[in-house]
């Protein structure tokens, strides 16, 4: 999944290299919900659970965490593949401002 993430995500996303546990987590601009993304994804059969959640105070809407574990290596690409398409689709229609691609 590392491989086809960096591979697929558009700059502007970042990844987490996890040290144990099954899931990566990813951080998009700011300008995005992953809540609110979540159904284009799973219109493209791809789904990933909502960071918001996991953060006990200040919950991060950017943020979701993907499950490694339960995948086959070429399902696992052609997800991200699926998964970079919706981000990138949503990325398109954000302002052009560099401060929305950090935290």
Known sequence: MGQALAAEMPEG??????????FRWVRLPKGINAS???????ARKVAYVPGAAFFAVDPKFNYFRLCFSNSAPDGIQGGVH?????????????????DIYTS
């Open 13 to 22: 996303v970042s990844l987490t290299e996890p040290d144990g546990g099954m």
């Open 82 to 98: 699926e998964l970079a398409g919706v981000i990138k689709e949503e990325m398109a229609k954000l302002p052009l401002r560099a």
């Open 36 to 42: 609110t993304l979540l159904p284009q994804a799973v």
